[in-house]
Protein backbone atom coordinates (compact mmCIF):
# COMPACT_ATOMS: atom_id res chain seq x y z
CA UNK A 1 0.00 0.00 0.00
CA UNK A 2 1.31 3.38 -1.35
CA UNK A 3 1.79 5.80 1.60
CA UNK A 4 2.37 9.08 1.52
CA UNK A 5 5.12 11.31 3.18
CA UNK A 6 5.42 15.07 4.21
CA UNK A 7 9.19 16.60 5.61
CA UNK A 8 9.15 19.96 6.20
CA UNK A 9 13.27 20.71 6.58
CA UNK A 10 14.57 23.43 8.77
CA UNK A 11 18.41 24.72 8.77
CA UNK A 12 21.21 23.56 7.52
CA UNK A 13 22.52 21.02 4.31
CA UNK A 14 23.29 18.17 6.95
CA UNK A 15 19.45 18.44 7.67
CA UNK A 16 18.31 18.26 4.07
CA UNK A 17 20.41 15.07 3.68
CA UNK A 18 19.11 13.69 6.86
CA UNK A 19 15.34 14.27 5.59
CA UNK A 20 16.38 12.72 2.17
CA UNK A 21 17.57 9.31 4.48
CA UNK A 22 14.73 9.65 6.49
CA UNK A 23 13.22 9.00 3.46
CA UNK A 24 14.74 6.37 2.01
CA UNK A 25 14.42 4.59 5.22
CA UNK A 26 10.59 4.31 5.05
CA UNK A 27 10.64 3.72 1.39
CA UNK A 28 10.00 -0.05 1.71
CA UNK A 29 7.22 0.82 4.37
CA UNK A 30 5.62 2.27 1.29
CA UNK A 31 5.63 5.80 1.90
CA UNK A 32 6.24 8.18 -0.84
CA UNK A 33 7.51 12.00 -0.88
CA UNK A 34 4.88 14.52 -1.39
CA UNK A 35 4.99 18.37 -1.54
CA UNK A 36 2.40 18.80 0.76
CA UNK A 37 1.23 18.12 4.02
CA UNK A 38 -2.33 17.97 3.54
CA UNK A 39 -2.84 14.54 2.08
CA UNK A 40 0.03 12.85 4.00
CA UNK A 41 -0.32 9.78 5.98
CA UNK A 42 2.93 11.06 7.69
CA UNK A 43 4.54 14.21 8.55
CA UNK A 44 8.30 14.63 9.93
CA UNK A 45 9.36 18.44 11.18
CA UNK A 46 13.29 17.76 10.63
CA UNK A 47 14.49 20.77 12.91
CA UNK A 48 17.37 22.92 13.68
CA UNK A 49 17.82 24.35 17.14
CA UNK A 50 20.74 27.18 16.18
CA UNK A 51 18.46 30.59 15.69
CA UNK A 52 16.73 31.97 18.93
CA UNK A 53 13.06 30.58 19.55
CA UNK A 54 13.42 27.92 17.25
CA UNK A 55 11.37 25.66 19.40
CA UNK A 56 8.39 28.10 19.74
CA UNK A 57 8.38 27.87 16.02
CA UNK A 58 7.93 24.02 15.77
CA UNK A 59 5.58 24.40 18.64
CA UNK A 60 3.58 27.34 16.00
CA UNK A 61 3.83 24.60 13.10
CA UNK A 62 2.67 21.52 15.24
CA UNK A 63 -0.06 23.81 16.37
CA UNK A 64 -1.19 23.88 12.45
CA UNK A 65 -0.54 20.10 11.99
CA UNK A 66 -2.60 19.56 14.92
CA UNK A 67 -6.06 20.89 13.03
CA UNK A 68 -5.24 18.97 9.99
CA UNK A 69 -4.75 16.03 11.71
CA UNK A 70 -8.15 16.40 13.62
CA UNK A 71 -9.97 16.98 10.50
CA UNK A 72 -8.10 14.22 9.07
CA UNK A 73 -9.12 11.49 12.56
CA UNK A 74 -13.27 13.02 11.86
CA UNK A 75 -12.63 11.77 8.50
CA UNK A 76 -11.61 8.50 9.58
CA UNK A 77 -7.99 8.85 8.31
CA UNK A 78 -4.92 8.73 10.35
CA UNK A 79 -1.36 10.70 10.21
CA UNK A 80 1.71 10.34 12.06
CA UNK A 81 2.89 13.11 13.12
CA UNK A 82 6.56 13.34 14.04
CA UNK A 83 9.43 16.30 15.41
CA UNK A 84 13.21 14.85 14.37
CA UNK A 85 16.13 16.84 14.19
CA UNK A 86 18.17 19.40 16.71
CA UNK A 87 15.02 20.40 19.21
CA UNK A 88 13.54 17.16 19.48
CA UNK A 89 16.94 16.33 20.67
CA UNK A 90 17.25 19.03 23.23
CA UNK A 91 13.49 19.09 24.14
CA UNK A 92 12.70 15.48 24.07
CA UNK A 93 9.92 14.49 26.54
CA UNK A 94 8.85 18.64 26.81
CA UNK A 95 7.83 18.26 23.55
CA UNK A 96 5.24 15.16 23.74
CA UNK A 97 3.74 17.09 27.05
CA UNK A 98 3.25 20.78 25.34
CA UNK A 99 1.88 18.86 21.71
CA UNK A 100 -0.27 15.64 22.40
CA UNK A 101 -0.63 15.26 19.02
CA UNK A 102 2.38 14.31 18.19
CA UNK A 103 3.40 10.89 18.07
CA UNK A 104 7.08 10.28 17.75
CA UNK A 105 10.12 12.46 18.94
CA UNK A 106 13.58 11.55 17.46
CA UNK A 107 16.86 13.21 17.37
CA UNK A 108 19.79 13.49 14.72
CA UNK A 109 21.09 10.13 15.26
CA UNK A 110 18.21 7.85 15.48
CA UNK A 111 16.08 8.00 12.34
CA UNK A 112 17.49 5.12 11.20
CA UNK A 113 15.40 3.41 13.78
CA UNK A 114 12.30 4.92 12.35
CA UNK A 115 10.49 1.95 11.09
CA UNK A 116 10.54 0.49 14.81
CA UNK A 117 9.24 3.72 15.86
CA UNK A 118 6.55 3.92 13.39
CA UNK A 119 5.43 0.88 14.93
CA UNK A 120 5.01 1.33 18.11
CA UNK A 121 3.52 4.23 17.85
CA UNK A 122 0.43 2.78 16.13
CA UNK A 123 0.55 0.35 19.02
CA UNK A 124 1.14 3.04 21.69
CA UNK A 125 -1.93 5.22 19.42
CA UNK A 126 -4.18 1.66 19.74
CA UNK A 127 -3.35 1.76 23.39
CA UNK A 128 -4.32 4.98 23.99
CA UNK A 129 -7.49 5.53 22.02
CA UNK A 130 -8.59 1.98 24.21
CA UNK A 131 -7.78 3.90 27.35
CA UNK A 132 -9.85 6.83 26.58
CA UNK A 133 -12.46 6.91 23.79
CA UNK A 134 -13.22 10.60 24.13
CA UNK A 135 -10.06 11.43 22.27
CA UNK A 136 -11.12 9.65 19.05
CA UNK A 137 -12.10 12.23 16.71
CA UNK A 138 -10.01 14.52 17.79
CA UNK A 139 -6.69 13.09 16.38
CA UNK A 140 -5.45 12.46 19.55
CA UNK A 141 -4.41 16.09 19.75
CA UNK A 142 -6.14 17.39 23.15
CA UNK A 143 -5.07 19.85 25.60
CA UNK A 144 -1.97 17.99 27.18
CA UNK A 145 -4.36 16.70 30.05
CA UNK A 146 -4.67 13.31 28.84
CA UNK A 147 -1.71 9.96 28.98
CA UNK A 148 0.23 10.06 25.58
CA UNK A 149 2.30 6.63 25.28
CA UNK A 150 4.00 7.86 22.14
CA UNK A 151 7.73 7.74 21.32
CA UNK A 152 10.70 9.21 22.12
CA UNK A 153 14.19 8.06 20.94
CA UNK A 154 16.52 11.28 21.79
CA UNK A 155 19.45 8.67 22.67
CA UNK A 156 23.48 9.18 21.43
CA UNK A 157 23.55 5.38 20.03
CA UNK A 158 26.63 3.31 20.07
CA UNK A 159 26.44 2.02 16.46
CA UNK A 160 26.67 4.37 14.23
CA UNK A 161 23.08 5.36 12.11
CA UNK A 162 25.10 5.06 8.45
CA UNK A 163 25.73 1.44 9.17
CA UNK A 164 21.96 0.46 8.75
CA UNK A 165 20.70 2.88 6.10
CA UNK A 166 19.24 1.52 3.14
CA UNK A 167 20.91 2.82 -0.55
CA UNK A 168 20.53 6.36 -1.32
CA UNK A 169 17.49 7.25 -3.56
CA UNK A 170 17.31 9.19 -6.45
CA UNK A 171 18.56 12.65 -5.86
CA UNK A 172 19.24 14.45 -8.82
CA UNK A 173 22.42 16.08 -10.64
CA UNK A 174 23.41 18.00 -7.53
CA UNK A 175 23.59 15.69 -3.96
CA UNK A 176 24.31 15.60 -0.52
CA UNK A 177 27.01 13.09 1.25
CA UNK A 178 27.64 13.38 4.92
CA UNK A 179 30.75 12.32 5.59
CA UNK A 180 31.53 13.62 9.26
CA UNK A 181 29.04 14.38 12.11
CA UNK A 182 29.05 16.16 15.68
CA UNK A 183 31.64 18.53 17.07
CA UNK A 184 34.57 18.80 19.53
CA UNK A 185 34.89 22.58 19.47
CA UNK A 186 32.46 23.29 21.79
CA UNK A 187 32.15 27.22 20.68
CA UNK A 188 30.33 28.65 23.65
CA UNK A 189 27.88 29.63 21.29
CA UNK A 190 26.66 26.64 19.87
CA UNK A 191 24.25 23.68 20.65
CA UNK A 192 25.41 20.61 17.79
CA UNK A 193 28.06 19.46 20.27
CA UNK A 194 24.91 18.73 22.74
CA UNK A 195 22.25 17.86 20.16
CA UNK A 196 24.76 16.27 17.38
CA UNK A 197 27.19 14.81 19.63
CA UNK A 198 30.90 14.22 19.46
CA UNK A 199 32.59 13.88 16.29
CA UNK A 200 32.36 11.28 14.43
CA UNK A 201 33.82 10.67 10.15
CA UNK A 202 32.31 8.01 7.93
CA UNK A 203 35.25 5.32 6.83
CA UNK A 204 36.72 6.22 3.65
CA UNK A 205 35.75 3.20 1.81
CA UNK A 206 31.56 3.32 2.88
CA UNK A 207 31.58 7.45 1.52
CA UNK A 208 33.65 6.27 -1.47
CA UNK A 209 30.79 3.68 -1.86
CA UNK A 210 28.07 6.62 -1.35
CA UNK A 211 29.33 8.23 -3.71
CA UNK A 212 28.94 5.51 -6.24
CA UNK A 213 25.60 5.09 -5.99
CA UNK A 214 24.86 8.58 -6.15
CA UNK A 215 26.78 8.83 -9.24
CA UNK A 216 24.60 6.25 -10.70
CA UNK A 217 21.18 8.10 -9.68
CA UNK A 218 22.11 10.75 -11.70
CA UNK A 219 24.42 12.58 -8.95
CA UNK A 220 26.91 15.51 -11.42
CA UNK A 221 28.42 16.93 -8.11
CA UNK A 222 28.10 15.96 -4.40
CA UNK A 223 28.84 18.31 -1.35
CA UNK A 224 30.60 16.58 1.38
CA UNK A 225 28.32 17.34 4.54
CA UNK A 226 29.73 17.88 8.44
CA UNK A 227 29.46 20.52 11.14
CA UNK A 228 33.54 20.14 10.60
CA UNK A 229 33.83 18.77 7.32
CA UNK A 230 37.14 19.25 7.21
CA UNK A 231 37.60 17.54 10.66
CA UNK A 232 37.15 14.53 9.15
CA UNK A 233 39.59 11.97 10.00
CA UNK A 234 37.96 8.68 8.41
CA UNK A 235 39.47 5.47 8.44
CA UNK A 236 41.98 4.86 5.40
CA UNK A 237 40.83 1.34 3.09
CA UNK A 238 42.84 -1.38 3.68
CA UNK A 239 44.74 -0.16 6.47
CA UNK A 240 43.65 -0.71 10.27
CA UNK A 241 44.66 2.16 12.21
CA UNK A 242 45.54 4.68 9.32
CA UNK A 243 42.69 7.40 8.71
CA UNK A 244 42.78 10.07 5.99
CA UNK A 245 41.71 13.40 6.22
CA UNK A 246 39.80 16.00 3.87
CA UNK A 247 42.18 16.35 1.32
CA UNK A 248 43.35 13.03 0.80
CA UNK A 249 39.20 12.26 0.42
CA UNK A 250 38.52 14.70 -2.21
CA UNK A 251 42.12 13.24 -4.07
CA UNK A 252 40.07 10.16 -4.38
CA UNK A 253 36.67 10.83 -5.00
CA UNK A 254 37.99 12.55 -7.61
CA UNK A 255 39.21 10.06 -9.41
CA UNK A 256 35.62 8.62 -9.81
CA UNK A 257 34.22 8.76 -13.52
CA UNK A 258 31.27 10.56 -13.52
CA UNK A 259 32.30 12.93 -10.74
CA UNK A 260 32.16 16.49 -12.28
CA UNK A 261 32.02 18.63 -9.03
CA UNK A 262 32.92 18.79 -5.64
CA UNK A 263 31.96 20.99 -2.77
CA UNK A 264 32.03 20.44 1.19
CA UNK A 265 30.90 22.56 3.93
CA UNK A 266 30.75 23.54 6.87
CA UNK A 267 34.56 23.90 7.50
CA UNK A 268 36.31 25.74 10.58
CA UNK A 269 39.29 28.07 10.20
CA UNK A 270 41.73 25.29 12.58
CA UNK A 271 41.26 22.39 10.46
CA UNK A 272 42.30 23.98 7.34
CA UNK A 273 45.78 21.95 6.86
CA UNK A 274 48.17 21.44 4.24
CA UNK A 275 46.67 18.65 2.09
CA UNK A 276 43.20 20.38 1.94
CA UNK A 277 44.77 23.47 0.72
CA UNK A 278 46.72 21.08 -1.63
CA UNK A 279 43.57 19.48 -2.72
CA UNK A 280 41.97 23.21 -3.54
CA UNK A 281 45.15 23.69 -6.06
CA UNK A 282 45.70 20.64 -7.68
CA UNK A 283 42.13 18.92 -7.98
CA UNK A 284 40.34 21.23 -10.74
CA UNK A 285 37.01 19.18 -9.99
CA UNK A 286 37.31 21.43 -5.82
CA UNK A 287 35.02 24.18 -6.36
CA UNK A 288 36.66 27.11 -6.03
CA UNK A 289 34.25 28.36 -3.41
CA UNK A 290 34.65 28.09 0.38
CA UNK A 291 32.00 28.54 3.21
CA UNK A 292 34.50 29.41 6.11
CA UNK A 293 32.93 31.13 9.28
CA UNK A 294 35.27 33.35 10.83
CA UNK A 295 31.78 34.64 13.09
CA UNK A 296 34.12 37.79 14.02
CA UNK A 297 36.96 39.82 13.73
CA UNK A 298 37.97 40.68 17.23
CA UNK A 299 40.55 38.13 19.00
CA UNK A 300 38.46 39.46 22.57
CA UNK A 301 35.18 37.82 20.82
CA UNK A 302 36.86 34.64 19.69
CA UNK A 303 38.49 34.04 22.82
CA UNK A 304 35.16 34.70 25.06
CA UNK A 305 33.79 32.43 22.00
CA UNK A 306 36.21 29.61 22.37
CA UNK A 307 37.10 29.61 18.62
CA UNK A 308 40.49 28.79 19.33
CA UNK A 309 41.77 31.02 16.94
CA UNK A 310 42.59 34.58 16.09
CA UNK A 311 41.74 37.17 13.33
CA UNK A 312 45.45 37.04 12.02
CA UNK A 313 44.71 32.88 11.55
CA UNK A 314 42.16 33.81 9.49
CA UNK A 315 43.67 36.23 7.41
CA UNK A 316 46.78 33.30 7.12
CA UNK A 317 44.24 30.75 6.13
CA UNK A 318 42.53 32.96 3.52
CA UNK A 319 46.06 33.79 2.50
CA UNK A 320 46.99 30.39 1.88
CA UNK A 321 43.71 29.53 0.12
CA UNK A 322 44.34 32.11 -2.38
CA UNK A 323 47.75 31.50 -2.84
CA UNK A 324 46.71 27.90 -4.09
CA UNK A 325 43.92 28.54 -6.24
CA UNK A 326 43.87 32.46 -6.97
CA UNK A 327 40.28 32.41 -8.34
CA UNK A 328 38.48 30.72 -5.11
CA UNK A 329 35.94 32.80 -3.34
CA UNK A 330 35.36 32.87 0.14
CA UNK A 331 31.92 32.73 2.65
CA UNK A 332 31.44 33.08 6.16
CA UNK A 333 29.30 33.68 8.74
CA UNK A 334 29.56 36.07 11.42
CA UNK A 335 27.81 36.83 15.03
CA UNK A 336 27.45 40.00 16.07
CA UNK A 337 26.62 41.47 19.69
CA UNK A 338 28.26 38.66 21.27
CA UNK A 339 28.16 39.10 25.37
CA UNK A 340 30.66 41.94 25.72
CA UNK A 341 31.54 43.29 22.34
CA UNK A 342 32.04 46.30 22.15
CA UNK A 343 32.37 49.20 19.67
CA UNK A 344 36.13 49.05 19.10
CA UNK A 345 35.14 44.80 18.87
CA UNK A 346 33.22 45.28 16.00
CA UNK A 347 35.13 47.57 13.98
CA UNK A 348 37.31 45.15 14.52
CA UNK A 349 34.81 42.56 12.40
CA UNK A 350 34.13 45.32 9.79
CA UNK A 351 38.44 45.50 9.56
CA UNK A 352 38.56 41.65 8.68
CA UNK A 353 35.68 41.95 6.13
CA UNK A 354 37.09 44.50 4.04
CA UNK A 355 40.74 42.87 4.52
CA UNK A 356 39.78 39.50 3.25
CA UNK A 357 36.47 40.00 0.87
CA UNK A 358 33.61 38.01 0.60
CA UNK A 359 31.71 36.96 -2.19
CA UNK A 360 28.89 35.13 0.55
CA UNK A 361 28.13 35.73 4.03
CA UNK A 362 25.39 34.74 6.34
CA UNK A 363 25.20 37.26 9.43
CA UNK A 364 23.13 37.04 12.71
CA UNK A 365 22.44 38.86 16.06
CA UNK A 366 23.95 36.77 18.73
CA UNK A 367 20.85 34.56 20.29
CA UNK A 368 21.25 32.64 23.67
CA UNK A 369 20.81 29.21 22.99
CA UNK A 370 19.61 27.36 26.43
CA UNK A 371 22.02 25.32 27.80
CA UNK A 372 25.01 26.94 25.98
CA UNK A 373 28.24 28.89 28.25
CA UNK A 374 27.08 32.02 26.07
CA UNK A 375 23.31 32.12 27.30
CA UNK A 376 24.65 33.19 30.92
CA UNK A 377 27.64 35.66 29.91
CA UNK A 378 27.72 39.00 31.15
CA UNK A 379 28.08 41.89 29.15
CA UNK A 380 24.82 41.24 26.77
CA UNK A 381 24.56 43.50 24.72
CA UNK A 382 21.32 45.43 24.13
CA UNK A 383 19.26 44.30 21.26
CA UNK A 384 18.76 47.42 19.70
CA UNK A 385 22.40 47.97 19.79
CA UNK A 386 23.17 44.38 18.33
CA UNK A 387 20.49 45.34 15.25
CA UNK A 388 22.19 48.39 14.42
CA UNK A 389 25.45 46.54 14.19
CA UNK A 390 24.39 44.11 11.92
CA UNK A 391 22.87 46.27 9.57
CA UNK A 392 25.98 48.06 9.41
CA UNK A 393 27.70 44.70 8.54
CA UNK A 394 25.21 43.08 6.14
CA UNK A 395 25.42 46.45 4.19
CA UNK A 396 28.72 45.97 3.69
CA UNK A 397 28.62 42.25 2.90
CA UNK A 398 25.86 43.04 0.57
CA UNK A 399 27.85 45.50 -1.50
CA UNK A 400 30.59 42.70 -1.54
CA UNK A 401 28.63 40.58 -2.56
CA UNK A 402 26.98 42.80 -5.34
CA UNK A 403 30.50 43.60 -6.91
CA UNK A 404 31.87 40.35 -6.99
CA UNK A 405 28.08 39.45 -9.12
CA UNK A 406 28.78 42.36 -10.82
CA UNK A 407 32.09 41.60 -11.99
CA UNK A 408 30.65 38.50 -13.68
CA UNK A 409 28.98 40.35 -16.26
CA UNK A 410 30.18 39.55 -19.71
CA UNK A 411 32.01 35.99 -18.66
CA UNK A 412 31.71 32.55 -19.36
CA UNK A 413 30.71 29.97 -17.11
CA UNK A 414 30.13 26.58 -16.77
CA UNK A 415 26.84 26.05 -15.07
CA UNK A 416 24.74 22.55 -14.02
CA UNK A 417 21.48 22.46 -14.25
CA UNK A 418 20.05 21.11 -11.40
CA UNK A 419 16.82 22.56 -11.03
CA UNK A 420 13.83 24.56 -12.58
CA UNK A 421 13.32 27.94 -12.52
CA UNK A 422 10.07 29.54 -11.44
CA UNK A 423 9.86 31.45 -14.69
CA UNK A 424 8.05 28.80 -17.74
CA UNK A 425 11.08 28.28 -19.76
CA UNK A 426 13.98 28.58 -16.99
CA UNK A 427 16.00 26.38 -15.97
CA UNK A 428 18.38 27.54 -13.14
CA UNK A 429 21.93 26.24 -11.73
CA UNK A 430 25.38 27.15 -9.95
CA UNK A 431 28.21 28.72 -11.23
CA UNK A 432 31.34 27.14 -9.79
CA UNK A 433 31.29 29.92 -6.94
CA UNK A 434 27.75 28.74 -5.94
CA UNK A 435 26.29 31.80 -7.27
CA UNK A 436 22.47 30.99 -8.74
CA UNK A 437 21.90 31.63 -12.53
CA UNK A 438 19.15 31.86 -14.53
CA UNK A 439 18.90 30.85 -17.84
CA UNK A 440 16.24 30.51 -21.16
CA UNK A 441 17.27 26.64 -21.64
CA UNK A 442 14.94 23.53 -22.69
CA UNK A 443 14.38 20.58 -20.06
CA UNK A 444 17.04 18.75 -22.14
CA UNK A 445 19.58 20.89 -20.45
CA UNK A 446 18.42 19.25 -16.66
CA UNK A 447 21.08 17.85 -15.07
CA UNK A 448 23.76 19.12 -17.97
CA UNK A 449 26.86 21.75 -17.48
CA UNK A 450 26.92 24.13 -20.19
CA UNK A 451 28.93 27.31 -20.55
CA UNK A 452 26.67 30.18 -19.84
CA UNK A 453 27.86 33.84 -20.92
CA UNK A 454 26.29 36.27 -18.05
CA UNK A 455 24.54 38.92 -19.31
CA UNK A 456 22.86 40.73 -15.71
CA UNK A 457 23.98 40.72 -11.89
CA UNK A 458 21.73 40.90 -9.49
CA UNK A 459 22.52 40.98 -5.61
CA UNK A 460 21.69 37.29 -5.41
CA UNK A 461 21.82 35.97 -8.57
CA UNK A 462 22.77 35.84 -12.55
CA UNK A 463 21.25 35.65 -15.69
CA UNK A 464 22.73 34.87 -18.94
CA UNK A 465 22.31 32.70 -22.32
CA UNK A 466 23.65 29.32 -23.42
CA UNK A 467 26.62 28.62 -25.28
CA UNK A 468 26.57 25.02 -26.38
CA UNK A 469 24.56 22.66 -28.17
CA UNK A 470 21.04 21.52 -26.20
CA UNK A 471 21.61 18.85 -24.10
CA UNK A 472 25.61 18.16 -24.54
CA UNK A 473 27.64 18.10 -21.52
CA UNK A 474 30.49 19.92 -21.45
CA UNK A 475 33.56 18.86 -19.17
CA UNK A 476 34.62 21.17 -16.19
CA UNK A 477 37.16 23.67 -17.18
CA UNK A 478 39.49 25.64 -14.71
CA UNK A 479 38.21 29.20 -14.55
CA UNK A 480 41.32 30.47 -14.42
CA UNK A 481 41.44 29.37 -18.13
CA UNK A 482 38.85 31.88 -18.24
CA UNK A 483 40.68 34.87 -16.66
CA UNK A 484 39.84 33.86 -13.05
CA UNK A 485 37.37 35.18 -10.19
CA UNK A 486 35.49 38.88 -10.93
CA UNK A 487 37.89 41.10 -8.74
Given at each position: MVKKLFIKTYGCQMNVYDSARMADVLAPLGYTPVDEPDDADMVILNTCHIREKAAEKVYSELGRLRSLKDRKARQGEGMVLAVAGCVAQAEGHEIMR??????????????????????????????????????????DCGDGRGPRLGVVDTEFPVEPKFDFLPEPGARGPSAYLSVQEGCDKFCTFCVVPYTRGAEYSRPVADVVAEARRLLDRGAREITLLGQNVNAYHGAAPGVVGREWGLGRLIF??????????????????????????????????????????????????????????????????????????????????????????????????LRLVRDVGFAQAYSFKFSPRPGTPAANLPGQVPEEEKA????????????????????????????????????????????????????????????????????????????????????RARPWESLAVAGGPPA
Open positions: RAPCVDIVFGPQTYHRLPEMVARAARAADRTRAADRNRVGRGALAEIEGLERIRYTTSHPRDVDDELVGAHRDVDKLMPYLHLPVQSGSDTVLEAMNRRSTAEDYRRVADRLRAARPDIALASDFIVGFPGETRTDFEETARLAELQALLKAQQTAFNAASQGRVMPVLFDRRATRPGQLAGRSPYMQAIHVEAPDSYFGVIAEVRIEAAFANSLSGHLQTAAG
